[in-house]
C-alpha cells in the first residue's frame, strides 16, 4: 500500500524566547492510504504539535513531511494553505466552529470555499446532516448545541468536502463515554465510505479500538 503520509527526522522547537521548547525530537513515521491511526500520549507530549506538521499548518525547524506525494515542507504559505484545501481537514481540539453561522452554514463553508455552487453545496450538506442524524439541528447557531451534537457538526465540516485525510485532535475530549464512541464510531464509518486516511490525536483509550495501528509519543518522542 502506498503511503499517504510521510514524516522523515522531525524535530520542531518554539522559539520561546525565554526558553525555546523542543516539542518534537528525531520523529518519523508512515501512515498508509486508508489507515486510522491513533496517537497517544499524556499532556503536553507533542500531539497537536505533530498534527499540525503533519497538516502543514505548522513548519518544523528540521526534517520533512510529504503527503500524497508532495513534499510540503518546500511549499511556501499559499501553495500550503491551497493543498490543505484540497486534500486536508482537521477537526480542532475545541472544534473552532464559528459562532454566529448556523450549523449548516458551518459546513457549507467549506464547500463554497472549493468552488461549488450554493444548490449542491446545501443538498450535499442535507444529506450529511441526515446520515448523522442532525436535520433538526440544521439551522441552529452553535451556543444551542449541546457537546455531542457541535462534534458532529466538526466531524461534518471535516468530511463535507470527501478529504483524502482527516486529523482529529481530541475529538472525544468534551463528550461523555457514550456520545464519544458514537462520534468515534461514526468518523470512522464516514472515513471509510470514502477511503479517507484518519490521524486521531487522543489520550483516551477508549478510541483504540476505533483505529488500525496506535502509536505514542512521549516528552516529544515517538
Ligand atoms: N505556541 C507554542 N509556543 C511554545 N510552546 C508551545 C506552543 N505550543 C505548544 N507548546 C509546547 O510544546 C509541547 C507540546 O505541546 P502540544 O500542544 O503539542 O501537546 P499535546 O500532546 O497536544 O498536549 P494536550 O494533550 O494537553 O493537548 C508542550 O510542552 C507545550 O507547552
Ligand atoms: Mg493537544
Redesign the pocket.
Known amino acids: 500500500m502506498r503511503s499517504a503520509i510521510a514524516a522523515h527526522n522531525i524535530d520542531m522547537i518554539?522559539p520561546?524566547v525565554v526558553s525555546p521548547?523542543h516539542?518534537l525530537k528525531d520523529v518519523s513515521l508512515e501512515i498508509a492510504d486508508g489507515e486510522i491511526l491513533l496517537m497517544m500520549?499524556?499532556?503536553?507530549?507533542?500531539?497537536?504539535?505533530?498534527l499540525f506538521v503533519l497538516g502543514g499548518i505548522l513548519s518544523p525547524t528540521r526534517g520533512r513531511v510529504v503527503v500524497r506525494d508532495v513534499e510540503i515542507t518546500n511549499l511556501d504559505r499559499r501553495q500550503k494553505a491551497r493543498f490543505r484545501l484540497k486534500h486536508l481537514s482537521f477537526i480542532f481540539?475545541g472544534f473552532n466552529l464559528f459562532k454566529a453561522l448556523t450549523a449548516r452554514e458551518n459546513v457549507e463553508l467549506v464547500l463554497h470555499a472549493r468552488g461549488m455552487r450554493a444548490r449542491p453545496a446545501r443538498e450535499r450538506t442535507q444529506r450529511l446532516f441526515e446520515r448523522l442524524g442532525m436535520t433538526r439541528q440544521l439551522d441552529r447557531l452553535p451556543r444551542d448545541l449541546s457537546g455531542g451534537e457541535k462534534q458532529r457538526v466538526a466531524i461534518a465540516r471535516a468530511l463535507v468536502a470527501e478529504p483524502d485525510v482527516v486529523m482529529a485532535?481530541?475529538p472525544t475530549s468534551a463528550l461523555d463515554a457514550e456520545n464519544g464512541l458514537a462520534v468515534t464510531g461514526l468518523l470512522r464509518e464516514l472515513a471509510r465510505e470514502r477511503g479517507a486516511t484518519v490521524l486521531i490525536?487522543s489520550?483516551d483509550m477508549r478510541i483504540a479500538p476505533f483505529a488500525n495501528r496506535i502509536v505514542q509519543?512521549n516528552d516529544?518522542r515517538l
Open positions: 518554539y520561546n521548547v516539542a500520549g499524556p499532556s503536553g507530549s507533542g500531539k497537536t504539535t505533530l481540539q485532535d481530541e490525536a489520550h509519543l516529544g
